[in-house]
Nanobody, 125 residues
Framework: QVQVVEYGGGSVQPGGSLTLSCIAS????????MAWFRQAPGQEREGVAM????????IYDDYVKGRFTISRDNALNTVYLQMNSLKPDDTAMYYC??????????????????WGQGTQVTVSS
């Protein structure tokens, strides 16, 4: 089973940017799908973006579309989440996910079997 570790969280003012990194313990190309989720206090974990590690195809939650970009570097076994124009509502713990169950919707946390420990993103003035 692949293991993942997230890096790059922090505090930023509204309108600012952050880039998160997710480093996997083995080749992410074979994982086929990788994703970023987030969870705010008292909220369910929700899908933010997903990437097909083969051809780089991506899909985003509507709330982050146009502001966030998911990408991957297969040679480095790393998935990134570039976050621009951050808003206070983006404040959450961000998690990297791997090993997807393709029979269920990608944005459901239960569709994924591998999780990192999370990295905190706080957006406030």
């Amino acid at each position: 089973q692949v293991q993942v570790v997230e890096y790059g969280g922090g505090s930023v003012q509204p309108g600012g940017s952050l880039t998160l990194s997710c480093i996997a313990s083995r080749n992410i190309y074979s994982a086929k799908w990788m994703a970023w989720f987030r969870q705010a206090p008292g909220q369910e974990r929700e899908g933010v973006a997903m990437i097909f590690t083969g051809n780089g195809a991506t899909i985003y939650d509507d709330y982050v579309k146009g502001r966030f970009t998911i990408s991957r570097d297969n040679a480095l076994n790393t998935v990134y989440l570039q976050m621009n124009s951050l808003k206070p509502d983006d404040t959450a713990m961000y998690y990297c996910a791997g090993e997807r169950n393709t029979d269920t919707p990608w944005m459901l946390a239960g569709s994924w079997h591998t999780w990192g420990q999370g990295t905190q993103v706080t957006v406030s003035s």
